[in-house]
C-alpha cells in the first residue's frame, strides 16, 4: 500500500513569513498532486507535478517534485491570512491517495 | 462554472439503517470518485467509477457500500447498515481523465456529513 506522510502535521505563523510542506513516500508515484481544503468545503487542486525534479510556480506557492518521484515540497512564500486552510498532497494514478494534510494557520 | 453537487449536506440516521448519498458530477467527465473524511483524519478513497463499472475501490469499501450511476446524470453511494463508525464528511469527486494524470484533476463536492446515532 502506497502512504503519503505530510510534514508538519500543523503549523502556525506570522503574516509575512516563508514556510515550506513536505510529503514524503517510500513508494514512487507517476505524478502527485497538492489540493487546498477549507473547513465544510471540499478539497481544491492546486497543482499536479509529474516529471522528476519539476519545479512548479503558482504566485507565492512553489511546487517541487523530488527527482526519485517520491517526494514532493510546497514553499510559501510571505505567507497571507487567506493562505490558512489544509494541504494535502495526493498521488498514485487511478485512485488518488492522500496524505494526512498540514493544517495551516497564518496569523496577521 | 460547471461543478460537483452533492445531497444531502447533512444527514442523520440511525444505527443499521440505509443511508443514500447522491452525487451529481460535472456533465463531460468520465471519471467518479467516493472518499470520505472522518474528523480530524485523512482523506480516504472509498471507490472509483468508470464507463458504469467499479474501476478500483479500498478496503474500506465492504460489502455495506454499493455504488450506482442510476441514470446517466447521478452517482450515489448506498450504505446499506450504517455503523457509528460510518459517521463521516463523505465527499464525490469527478475528472476527465484518471485520476492523478495530466487530465486528471479531481473536482469535489462540498461533502455531505452522515451522523450515525
Known amino acids: 500500500t502506497q502512504l503519503l506522510e505530510q510534514s508538519p502535521q500543523f503549523l502556525s505563523i506570522q503574516e509575512g513569513e516563508n514556510l515550506t510542506v513536505y510529503c514524503n513516500s517510500s513508494s514512487v508515484f507517476s505524478s502527485l498532486q497538492w489540493y487546498r481544503q477549507e473547513p465544510g468545503e471540499g478539497p481544491v487542486l492546486l497543482v499536479t507535478?509529474?516529471?522528476?525534479?519539476e519545479v512548479k510556480k503558482l504566485k507565492r506557492l512553489t511546487f517541487q517534485f523530488g527527482d526519485a518521484r517520491k517526494d514532493s515540497s510546497l514553499h510559501i512564500t510571505a505567507a497571507q491570512p487567506g493562505d490558512t486552510g489544509l494541504y494535502l498532497c495526493a498521488g498514485d494514478g487511478g485512485k488518488l491517495i492522500f496524505g494526512q494534510g498540514t493544517e495551516l494557520s497564518v496569523k496577521p | 462554472e460547471p461543478e460537483v453537487t452533492q445531497t444531502p449536506s447533512h444527514q442523520v440516521t440511525q444505527m443499521g439503517q440505509e443511508v443514500i448519498l447522491r452525487c451529481v458530477p460535472i456533465s463531460n467527465h468520465l471519471y467518479f470518485y467516493w472518499y470520505r473524511q472522518i474528523l480530524g483524519q485523512k482523506v480516504e478513497f472509498l471507490v472509483s467509477f468508470y464507463n458504469n463499472e467499479i474501476s478500483e475501490k479500498s478496503e474500506i469499501f465492504d460489502d455495506q457500500f454499493s455504488v450506482e450511476r442510476p441514470d446517466g446524470s447521478n452517482f450515489t453511494l448506498k450504505i446499506r447498515s450504517t455503523k457509528l463508525e460510518d459517521s463521516a464528511m463523505y465527499f464525490c469527486?469527478?475528472?476527465?481523465?484518471?485520476?492523478?494524470?495530466?487530465?486528471?484533476?479531481?473536482?469535489f463536492g462540498e461533502g455531505s456529513r452522515l451522523t450515525v446515532l
Open positions: 507535478v509529474v516529471t522528476g525534479g
Open positions: 469527486a469527478s475528472s476527465t481523465g484518471l485520476a492523478g494524470g495530466p487530465y486528471g484533476e479531481l473536482f
